[in-house]
């Protein structure tokens, strides 16, 4: 057992008889580890842009809320009668009357 170990340890196995088929083991092992790394490398790159997105999705959902109820406070009548006050337009004193339209049906 001892010697095996100081066997693979100096490298024998690469130069001995059959060191092509180590090689060839080697090799294809070194492809995996390389895809399995670039995998990997690509997965945490696509979490962080999932994590980006999210973030942008907050901030924009928040801008929305701010944006609404900046224009429902727009759409108060006492902001509008502020608002046309300075052209001059005032609300009136009498309020309005309904105007109904008889037609004649034949």
């Known amino acids: ?23 060839l083991f080697i090799i294809f092992a070194s492809v995996l580890a390389t895809i399995m790394i670039a995998s990997s490398h690509s997965a945490d790159k696509k979490v962080h842009q999932v994590a ?4 942008q ?4 959902k928040n801008e929305f809320v701010d944006m609404r ?9 006492s902001t509008i009668t502020e608002n046309v006050l300075d052209e001059g337009l005032f609300p009136s004193e009498v309020p309005p009357r309904k105007i109904k339209v008889k037609t004649n049906k034949k």
Not at 3 to 22: R, T
Not at 69 to 77: A, F, I, T
């Open 1 to 23: 057992m001892r010697k095996g170990i100081i066997d693979i340890l100096k490298g024998k196995f690469l130069v001995s008889g059959d060191a092509p088929k180590n090689w």
């Open 52 to 55: 980006a997105l999210n973030e």
């Open 57 to 60: 999705v907050k901030e924009l």
């Open 69 to 77: 109820s900046d224009v429902q406070r727009l759409k108060l009548e």
